[in-house]
């Protein structure tokens, strides 16, 4: 998100055309989000560019309790909060060549955590969520 709202220096061949001075012109580009969506879907990247592996690096994110907060990414228009509350997480076990998808659920109702995998459905906890398998987040806008 950082990288997407990053103000940039728009000059050179990235000049814009100012319709007021009738030339191209040097400027500052910087972007802002309007309207948030109910739902968050964040994609995790975990394939390196340069070989072909999978990149097992910790990504810690806010789960159960503690909000992911997207205050900071809105507009000097938008109007109250802007938090999600994970529920529900795409696990990839495996390598680039082959492997498996493991989903973790949070209950709507109990607010219990669930492992499903394939036919098997096992309870687990809210400190197991974040961990290296970790590829596709699912948020609910709170």
Request: charged letters at 25%; hydrophobic letters at 30%.
């Amino acid at each position: 998100m950082d990288e997407f709202v990053r103000e940039e220096v728009m000059d050179g061949l990235d000049q814009v055309y100012c319709s007021k001075c009738k030339a191209r012109r040097r400027c500052t580009k910087s972007m802002a989000i309007e309207r948030f969506p109910k739902y968050l879907v964040i994609h995790l990247k975990r394939f390196s560019e340069t070989r072909w592996s999978k990149l097992t690096n910790v990504i810690e994110f806010p789960t159960g309790e503690r909000e992911l907060n997207l205050q900071q990414y809105a507009s000097e228009d938008h109007q109250g909060p802007v938090n999600y509350s994970l529920y529900g997480i795409s696990n990839h076990m495996g390598s680039t060549a082959g492997g498996h998808y493991i989903a973790v659920c949070k209950h709507p109702i109990s607010k219990e955590w669930n492992e499903f995998n394939d036919n098997f459905v096992s309870e687990t906890s809210e400190r197991s969520l974040v961990t290296s398998s970790a590829y596709v987040l699912f948020y609910e806008r709170a």
